[in-house]
């Protein structure tokens, strides 16, 4: 029997809007769909609600096969362990992670989960590939329930450095689970550097190359930035009908000389509570400019029942009013906040009409937004300001890049790409615009398919 490939993540690529299912767009989605519509591939994961009970579907040409979370897992494994143990630690314990006992347990039950049902679907031979920080001990447990599985994992944050991930009490056993794959990738050099050496301290690793030798076999560690769909996102930017909405939101905006634009998640790690204060610290020295220049910032709503996300949701929202009432007048203000989703076409529109993207997360595995935007200048113009602790800046280097934690820095950053000229501007943004066409997201899942290793 041909062999097929098996998806194992979080979420699965669809959601119920209204009483009907709608595929995602996200970069995963896109880079393996085609895979699995041609190979007669599955996807296994959540629907994203508690309680569901939703039985296999096949939709958009992919086998779905709903994983089964209830509140308390939702609360203990997904809430808990998950985004306040390890999204905080990996992400260089920017916010202090929480241990608990009863957060592990429900990790380790909710993983155990999903690599039964994987084990009833992934036959000896077949391409099982896990994904992400939720179900980290996945691969071993699918290992041990099918032997002969060839299987991959994928991080799609940082890893930390040994000195921060060894406060885990679960470190060894995290450690062996992703080394259970025959394939484990990062987005970095130093995310797959930081595990190698993890894999040596906690887990008797010995490193040789690429390879880690370990009691229970051998293990590939690679280096595979993810990307985007290239194609999409410069139809979309390319299109008359995106011309226009970017030229009316300039209008909308009040007709500014200039428009600096963020988008991220509303997470802590972004960076948003710094940027802003660069922005008012920049409007502070140069108040003239209050009136010509326009920040817009899109948060997309992100984990809103924790905690530490909405006292940054409150930090935000009261930089924007203090900003707009010391620098703002009658029917003008700097700052424009859009708290919510925003559609894909619109997003790029507002890629379209931002003369300056400002990208500065504190840590990120890779930040695809900046990608997004540098594919969507059609004529090749505009300036990306962007985090050196960004996955991204190892790609995109002809970014004006920054120090996040420096205000100081990030405000000369911004004075130097609302400055830059138009020759400067051109020259770095096709630099980058080659790098994102040349690594696209359909690049970045062919390189981690033929990095598997030949199965025994």
């Known amino acids: 029997m041909r062999s097929r490939t098996v998806v194992v993540a979080n979420r699965l690529p669809e959601r119920m809007v209204e009483g009907q299912w709608q595929t995602s767009t996200g970069g995963l989605v896109t880079a393996v769909a085609p895979l699995l519509r041609e190979g ?96 980290q001990l996945v691969p071993q447990m699918l290992r041990d329930l099918v032997p002969a599985a060839r299987i991959a994992y994928y991080l799609h944050i940082p890893f930390p450095p040994v000195e921060i991930y060894a406060r885990n009490p679960w470190r060894a056993q995290l450690v062996a689970g992703l080394l259970a794959a025959d394939l484990v990738g990062f987005q970095t050099d130093l995310a797959a550097h930081n595990f190698r050496v993890a894999a040596s301290t906690f887990a008797r690793g010995e490193i040789d190359g690429e390879w880690i030798r370990h009691p229970g076999g051998r293990t590939r560690v690679i280096t595979a930035p993810i990307s985007i769909d290239v194609d999409g996102f410069e139809g979309i930017a390319s299109s008359p009908e995106t011309a226009a909405q970017a030229a009316d939101l300039r209008e909308q905006l009040g007709s500014p000389k200039d428009v600096i634009l963020g988008v991220d998640r509303l997470d802590y790690t972004k960076g948003i509570d710094v940027r802003l204060r660069a922005f008012e610290t920049f409007l502070e020295q140069h108040p003239e400019r209050a009136a010509d220049v326009s920040f817009v910032q899109v948060a997309v709503p992100s984990r ?35 708290y919510g989703e925003v559609p894909r076409e619109l997003l790029v529109a507002y890629y379209v009409a931002a003369d300056v993207m400002c990208v500065t997360p504190l840590r990120d595995g890779m930040n695809l937004v900046a990608k997004e935007y540098v594919v969507s200048r059609p004529q090749d113009d505009g300036v990306l300001v962007l985090s050196e602790f960004a996955g991204v800046a190892n790609e995109l280097d002809r970014a004006v890049l920054v120090n996040p934690y420096d205000i100081d820095g990030i405000v000369t950053a911004l004075q130097t790409a609302l400055e830059m000229p138009q020759a400067e501007r051109r020259e770095r943004m096709k630099a980058m615009k080659d790098q994102v066409r040349t690594h696209d997201v359909h690049a970045w899942a062919a390189q981690v398919i033929d990095a598997m290793p030949e199965a025994p």
């Open 40 to 135: 007669n591939g599955i996807w296994i994961g959540w629907t994203g609600v508690a309680g569901d009970r939703t039985a296999p579907f096949t939709h958009d040409g992919i086998h779905q096969v709903p994983v089964p979370l209830d509140a308390v897992e939702v609360d203990e494994h997904y809430l808990g362990f998950s985004n306040a143990t390890i999204w905080p630690l990996y992400h260089d314990a920017i916010r202090t992670p929480e241990f608990h006992r009863t957060w592990w347990r429900a990790y380790q039950r909710v993983n155990r989960r999903f690599a039964e049902v994987a084990a009833g679907f992934a036959t000896p031979g077949d391409f099982v590939w896990v994904h992400d920080y939720h179900l």
């Open 304 to 338: 809103e029942t924790l905690s530490d996300y909405e006292d940054m949701r409150e930090l935000i929202e009261q930089a924007v009013g203090r900003i707009n009432g010391v620098h703002g007048g009658h029917h003008r203000m700097p700052v424009h906040y859009i």
